[in-house]
């Protein structure tokens, strides 16, 4: 009897976590749309930095959006690992369309640690003319106003870092939809709910925007290159200095690519893992949150089927009330309106998720695997990369001072960019130079 009782209170907890993120959420959009009218005066220069592998759905329609923004001055800088990758071709058309836009497109970055998108970055910062940088996903897409919504905070000193929200685009799939149809809610969801309880100490990877001056006090990128979760730690790390992480008032989009529902279930075990090794605490607190498991335990030790039916009710309404407070009305997600009902289907795949997050730290990025402790991406595939580090260090033994310096970074060993993939693993280490570089409108 006590034992069923306590079940019965603990599956209050997901109820109450609902209503406390609605409340958070409704505080926030509704001042959100009360100043929706402010014109933003502070306009600094901007660096756009992308760091880039492949092409993602719609890519150059993703490029083009950031060339077609209502902002005065800024750059905008790519880099890829090397000049046969996909989006190249991409790039540089953008460049031929848009030649009153300043663009570049970097070649190669040196290899500075596990993470190919930090070592992008670490070359990104170094190329950026201006101090205030902007760092936004290939996979993202922005309105006309996005760079003057960023950049506005700024103009308090208080303020060391913006982020965004996201919205979703979807091409089909149902693996897809599923993904789509809650992850914009969830992640709003706890976000505005710790603003609002402790303030913001992450930022988001759909915008990461900060200076170089904040940068270089929390040690660059460089010292992020071997981190799970960069967005995670350079939103935290400019809060620890006492700066405040603000969150600009519109989503951008997040266009995702047509996925199978293994490659849904894959996407969420990598960030769940992911999760518990960067935040335990978070991670464990999923378990006390997830409305559907709580909700199925109480409907079978209820002691009658009112009672049991009465945590049904409670549990659909809320849910249902948090996607459409959330996602349809404050994030205005074509894809929720239209599948916010899907909710209670991703909340049961998440607790399988969850569940099997305690018994892997091993994650597939890229078609490279790796393990992931206390943060940090630890290679699977260490032979590859030793063997170039070897032949590396042995040539440079016969040069010159000067000379090894040279060719150390000429020749140094790139890892492929961590993103998500299923296709067959494969090891493959490149060779680029940093002096192959495509500038223009400088």
Same mark, same amino acid.
């Given at each position: 009897m006590f034992l069923r009782d306590a079940f019965l209170v603990l599956a209050l907890g997901p109820f109450i976590y609902y209503l406390l993120t609605l409340w958070a959420s409704t505080v926030y959009f509704w001042r959100n749309r009360r100043a929706a009218s402010v014109h933003y005066a502070s306009t600094p220069l901007v660096s756009i930095l992308k760091p880039v592998r492949g092409l993602?759905?719609?890519?150059?329609?993703?490029?083009?959006?950031?060339? /077609?923004?209502?902002?005065?001055?800024?750059?905008? /800088?790519?880099c890829v690992n090397d000049a046969?990758?996909?989006?190249?071709?991409?790039?540089? @058309?953008?460049? &031929?369309?848009?030649?009153?836009?300043?663009?570049?497109?970097?070649? #190669?970055?040196?290899h500075v640690g596990a993470s190919g998108k930090v070592n992008k970055l670490c070359r990104l910062v170094r190329e950026a003319r201006y101090d205030l940088l902007v760092i936004s996903d290939s996979d993202v897409r922005v309105e006309p106003?996005?760079?003057?919504?960023?950049?506005?905070?700024?103009?308090?000193?208080?303020?060391?870092?913006?982020?965004?929200?996201?919205?979703?685009?979807?091409?089909?799939?149902?693996?897809?939809?599923?993904?789509?149809?809650?992850?914009?809610?969830?992640? %709003?969801?706890?976000?505005?709910?710790?603003?609002?309880?402790?303030? =913001?100490?992450?930022?988001?990877?759909?915008?990461?925007?900060?200076?170089?001056?904040?940068?270089?006090? $929390?040690?660059?990128?460089?010292?992020? %290159?071997?981190?799970?979760?960069?967005?995670?730690?350079? #939103?935290?790390? $400019?809060?620890? /200095?006492?700066? &405040?992480?603000?969150?600009?008032?519109t989503p951008v989009r997040m266009v995702y690519p047509r996925e199978s529902v293994y490659q849904f279930l894959r996407h969420e075990l990598r960030w769940t893992i992911g999760l518990r090794n960067v935040r335990p605490r978070g991670h464990?607190?999923?378990?006390?949150?997830?409305?559907?498991?709580?909700? =199925?335990? %109480? /409907?079978?030790? %209820?002691?009658?089927?009112?009672?049991?039916?009465?945590?049904?009710?409670?549990?659909?309404?809320? @849910?249902?009330?948090?996607?459409?407070?959330? #996602?349809v009305w404050g994030l205005q997600d074509p894809v929720v309106r239209q599948k916010w009902w899907l909710a209670p289907v991703r909340d049961a795949a998440a607790f399988f998720v969850w569940v099997a997050s305690f018994f892997s730290n091993r994650i597939s990025w890229r078609g490279l695997e790796f393990c992931v402790k206390k943060g940090r991406l630890i290679p699977l595939e260490e032979p590859a990369r030793e063997v170039a580090a070897a032949s590396l260090r042995k040539r440079a033994v016969s040069l010159a001072p000067a000379d090894a310096l040279e060719e150390s970074i000429d020749r140094a060993p790139l890892l492929m960019e961590p993103a998500i993939d299923f296709s067959p693993r494969r090891t493959q280490v490149t060779e680029v130079s940093l002096k192959k570089t495509h500038e223009l409108g400088q």
């Open positions: 993602d759905r719609e890519a150059y329609e993703n490029f083009e959006s950031f060339c /077609l923004l209502d902002y005065p001055e800024y750059e905008i /800088l790519f046969d990758d996909p989006a190249v071709p991409v790039i540089e @058309r953008l460049q &031929k369309d848009y030649p009153q836009r300043r663009i570049r497109l970097l070649i #190669g970055a040196p106003g996005y760079l003057r919504e960023v950049a506005a905070p700024f103009a308090d000193p208080k303020v060391g870092a913006v982020t965004v929200f996201f919205r979703s685009d979807i091409g089909g799939s149902f693996g897809a939809t599923l993904d789509a149809a809650g992850s914009a809610v969830e992640f %709003a969801a706890s976000a505005l709910l710790a603003r609002k309880l402790e303030g =913001v100490h992450f930022t988001l990877g759909a915008t990461m925007a900060t200076t170089k001056t904040l940068l270089e006090e $929390i040690g660059g990128f460089e010292a992020l %290159a071997d981190h799970y979760v960069d967005d995670y730690e350079i #939103g935290k790390r $400019i809060a620890e /200095l006492g700066y &405040k992480v603000e969150f600009a008032p464990a607190a999923i378990g006390l949150i997830l409305g559907f498991p709580w909700t =199925v335990g %109480a /409907l079978l030790a %209820a002691p009658s089927a009112t009672i049991g039916l009465l945590y049904v009710s409670a549990y659909f309404a809320l @849910r249902s009330a948090v996607y459409l407070v959330i #996602g």
